[in-house]
Every structure is written in C-alpha cells, then in structure tokens.
C-alpha cells in the first residue's frame, strides 16, 4: 500500500458546485497535512496546513483531517474557473524531513 | 510572504552542457531548501534536500555527481545539471521552509536538452 493515495481524476464540474477532494494516508503516525495547488507549469501553492483532526476553513476551502480513518479532505465552496488547477495533498513524513505527496487531482471548472 | 523565486523559468541548452538552476527565499530564512523533478502528469519527486551549510542529502537513484546541489546561504539554494543529456529534460522545482514551518515553492525551471 502506497504511504498517500490520491485519485488523479479528471474531476469537472460546473461553476457554482461544492468540489470534494481526498487523500487516504497509511501510517497513523503521521500528523502534518498540507493541501497545495498547482497550477500547469507552474509550482504548487500552500493552500492549507493542519495538524490535527477537524476542519479548517479558510474562505472558500476547508480543509478536512479524520486521522481515525486516516483521511483528508479539501472542500471548495462556489467553485470558479480560476479553481481549475491540479491539487496535491501532501503529508510530512514521520520524522518531519521530506512531504508525501500525492499523485494529485485535476480539477475543471467550466462556466 | 513566504515567496520563493526560481530563476530561469526555462533553459534550453545543448546536450553536454552544464545548466545552473537558483532558489531563492525572498523574505524568510530557508534553513531547509528541497529540489524535486516531475514529469508531465505526475506528482513531484523529491531528488533532495538540503540544509543551509551542509552537504546536501539525495534520495536513493538520485545521482549526486551529475545533480550537484550547493545551498551557501539561508536565502540560497543552486542545482547544477552536470553533462545535461536529452533524459535530464524535466521540470525542476525548488522549494524551502523556515524550521518546521511548511514548504514554499517556486514556480520551477522547464529544462530542455538538445
């Protein structure tokens, strides 16, 4: 089992809607979450951090941690076509040196 | 805050040649500054990691005589792409943090070899 799994997609959705993105991690040891965005060439940007289980909202994205199930979420609300990116969730690894990405999701928001 | 320039943001050099990719943090100390390669449609991977002052430390596969990376200071970071060959062609991104604080990145340097 991979350390993150993350479906690649391709998700679209139209403008407006609630976009749902997740990540399974396996090692329960882990405590650091991190969502990045990514748009094409470009580098990825810090859109969320959190280390404990719970949600964290910042504006339109929440970020979501269910480390019994060991799960983490992004959320965004209103969906604008600017959303439409590659979002990677990354995980700090257990001795808090490198970040675990995920494969990353495409995301498409159409007007 | 938290900005990390990448400088070039594209090079294309011949197959041979030595290529300088810089990271710099513009207004924080990177005590730590990271280097990964991805390919299209693919996440990163990291290549290694580097403290400021010390040898930098390569991921397994990684090799360290052709991926030389020198970080001098607590605002840079260079990896050097030695005897660059058409398969070094890839997307290179830097990043660095402060401490325990998150990775920034940079917006990455599109490597082609001729």
């Known amino acids: 089992q991979k350390e993150v799994e993350q479906d690649p997609g391709p998700l679209s959705v139209p403008e407006g809607a609630i976009v749902s993105l997740n990540c399974t991690y396996s090692n329960s040891a882990f405590q650091y979450f991190m969502w990045y965005r990514q748009y094409s060439r470009k580098g990825p940007e810090l859109l969320m951090y959190?280390?404990?289980?719970g949600n964290k909202e910042d504006g339109r994205f929440t970020a979501q941690v269910d480390k019994s199930s060991k799960y983490i979420s992004l959320f965004i609300r209103d969906s604008q076509p600017s959303d439409s990116a590659t979002y990677l969730c990354?995980?700090?690894?257990?001795?808090?040196?490198?970040?675990?990405f995920g494969k990353g999701t495409t995301l498409s928001v159409s007007s | 805050g938290a900005v990390v320039s990448q400088h070039p943001s594209w090079v294309i050099c011949k197959s041979g040649t030595s290529v300088k990719i810089e990271c710099r943090s513009l207004?924080?100390?990177?005590?730590?500054m990271f280097w990964y390669r991805q390919f299209p449609k693919q996440s990163l991977m990291l290549m290694a990691t580097?403290?400021?002052?010390?040898?930098?430390?390569?991921e397994q596969g990684v090799e360290k005589d052709k991926f030389l990376i020198n970080h001098a200071s607590l605002t840079l970071s260079t990896l050097t792409v030695t005897s660059a060959h058409p398969e070094d062609s890839s997307f290179y991104i830097c990043?660095?943090?402060?401490?325990?604080?998150?990775?920034?990145f940079g917006d990455g340097t599109r490597l082609s070899i001729l």
């Open positions: 207004d924080f100390q990177a005590t730590t």
């Open positions: 959190t280390y404990s289980s």
């Open positions: 990354a995980i700090m690894n257990q001795a808090g040196t490198a970040l675990i």
């Open positions: 580097s403290n400021e002052g010390s040898k930098a430390t390569y």
């Open positions: 990043s660095a943090r402060d401490l325990d604080q998150p990775q920034h």
